[in-house]
């Protein structure tokens, strides 16, 4: 007897336990008994893609053939194994207020999504430390519910992917740890993830926009970016605080929670008048913190909070939009992509329509669920740093509380683009 006959010395059944083992198998094909099966079941693929396994090994003897046509079936079907196999990568955001965990698949499926968010104390907003302390305090319940709704263990998963910034340093450092310690553990491979690149990868995911012109509004980004030479490029941005920090900073100061985006917005519906407040654009860039400065003192003055929510919020939004339409009309592209946090916004999602319909172009909104930090959208675009061979040694795994997205290379895209 040949002596890769026995079942625990056939190098076929080896090669199907690696690749079982590396994710790119699934244990047992649905309705299989074996090993056997399983490689049967692959090769079958093989033939219906119209592979042709080399006439040089008819005269070979049987089990060596075997292993040679598994590992030719192997690669010759590199490109074909999505039609049979799911990749599977956890994502873990802990940028601010958020802890959050998501799987997702490679084919963009999101299988659970769950998170835990810190709350402050009314005009208190966030406490770096006070909201390290509650992820660290959450994350294990949160990591388990993902794994949970997802039906993936731990050992089945592809990658872990957490996100290592921008952010709050304390709050960046949970979610490090959690993600270091779990792909040490489990062997698996870890991908480190900028925050806002995530919520523009989120963004194409839901939307199906290929090309957009992006406009990431949140609590810690307000940036109009695209794509060119292999980058993110920003052609206009904040000069000093954030559309999301104009407005959870005005909430602070008259004792209303945080996040204040939907409380401002559901304020100013019942505004009776506009009143004129301070309007910076300086070319494709926004100054908010004279706007924040003179909404104070207006209603200190006597406005009452729904003229101010109103104003605050219509100057704030049409200087946004300004600075989109000149950076639509210099880059040329046909769609923007509204993101972030801030993205939920109503007005803002209609002076953007407003600019696109001048320039024939088409305005996407990321799906309401995924406009806030979430790991979900950690998870997808760790997914497409890995299929791109990209990964992060465990002690190259370092929090960049400052990492801003034009400095990052995003070798999944076309870097003709």
């Known amino acids: 007897m040949p002596r890769f006959a026995s079942s625990e010395g056939n190098p076929a059944n080896h090669i199907y336990r690696h690749l079982t083992h590396r994710g790119y198998c699934t244990t047992k094909r649905a309705g299989s008994t074996s090993i056997r099966e399983n490689l049967q079941h692959f090769s079958a693929e093989a033939r219906s893609v119209k592979i042709t396994i080399s006439p040089s090994l008819n005269h070979t003897p049987a089990a060596l053939r075997q292993f040679v046509v598994v590992f030719e079936t192997f690669f010759l079907l590199s490109a074909k194994l999505r039609f049979a196999v799911s990749l599977y990568c956890l ?5 601010a207020h958020t802890f959050g965990v ?15 968010i810190y709350e402050s104390a009314v005009g208190a907003g966030i406490h770096p430390r006070e909201a390290a302390e509650h992820h660290s305090e959450v994350a294990a319940q949160v990591l388990s519910q993902a794994l949970k709704e997802s039906d993936i263990p731990p050992s089945s998963l592809t990658a872990i992917a957490v996100a290592l910034g921008p952010g709050l340093g304390p709050c960046l450092r949970v979610g490090a740890t959690v993600a270091r310690s779990m792909s040490a553990y489990y062997r698996i491979p870890l991908i480190s993830v900028n925050h806002a690149i995530g919520h523009i990868e989120i963004g194409l995911l839901t939307t199906g926009a290929k090309d957009p012109l992006v406009v990431l509004v949140s609590g810690g980004h307000t940036a109009i970016a695209a794509f060119s030479g292999g980058r993110w490029r920003i052609f206009g941005e904040t ?7 104009l407005y959870d900073m005005f909430a602070r100061e008259i004792d209303l929670p945080s996040p204040a985006g939907p409380e401002i917005e559901r304020l100013a519906t019942k505004a009776s008048k506009f009143i004129s407040l301070p309007y910076v654009v300086k070319g494709n860039d926004v100054s908010y913190s004279g706007l924040l400065t003179a909404s104070l003192a207006r209603l200190r003055s006597g406005a009452t909070l729904e003229d101010v929510c ?20 210099y880059t040329g592209k046909k769609e923007i992509l509204l993101t972030g946090g801030v993205a939920a916004n109503k007005v803002l999602q209609t002076k953007l ?39 992060t040694s465990i002690d190259r795994a370092q929090v960049k509380p400052k990492w801003r997205l034009e400095d990052i290379d995003i070798p999944w895209r076309n870097r003709s683009a």
């Open 310 to 329: 109103f104003s605050m919020q219509e100057v704030s939004c049409s200087m946004l939009a300004e600075a989109v339409e000149r950076s639509l009309a």
């Open 239 to 245: 000069e000093d605080i954030t559309i999301g920090n």
């Open 102 to 116: 998501g799987v997702v698949t490679d084919e963009g499926k999101i299988l659970s999504d769950v998170r835990d």
């Open 91 to 95: 994502g873990i955001e802990s940028t």
């Open 353 to 391: 329509e407003e600019v696109a319909k001048l320039h024939d172009a088409t305005c996407h909104v990321v799906h309401s669920p995924y406009t806030g930090d979430n790991g979900a959208q950690i998870a997808w675009t760790g997914l497409l740093a890995f299929n791109a061979g990209l990964h």
